[in-house]
């Protein structure tokens, strides 16, 4: 399975609309400025095999996506700003 990669200075966001770590995230990167991509893995059974695919078989999320096909599950702001360079 292929990772879709984000626009360069942007990352994807795989979520829920009840995960409590992905809403500060979101307002965390809305502070900063951070241009993302929510992606409900409830919505989208093919994107919540990606997550799993990304997380050793797990849902986990927030699953970030970052420009260069990389990704992190759970990262602070601190993280995804330097993983971006920014």
């Known amino acids: ?3 879709p990669t984000p626009a360069p200075g942007t990352v994807t966001m795989y979520s829920t609309t009840w995960c ?3 809403h500060r995230l979101r307002k965390q990167l ?5 241009a993302y991509d929510v ?3 409830e ?4 994107a919540a095999q990606l997550v799993e695919t990304l997380n050793g078989g797990n849902q986990t999320v927030p699953t970030i ?8 599950t759970n990262p602070s702001l601190a993280q995804v ?6």
Do not use: H, K, N, W
């Open 30 to 34: 809305d502070s900063a400025g951070i």
């Open 1 to 3: 399975m292929t990772t």
């Open 43 to 46: 919505q989208q059974p093919e």
């Open 20 to 22: 409590g770590y992905c």
């Open 65 to 72: 996506v970052f420009p260069d096909g990389s990704a992190a």
């Open 81 to 86: 700003r330097e993983r971006l360079g920014v």
């Open 39 to 41: 992606v409900d893995i």
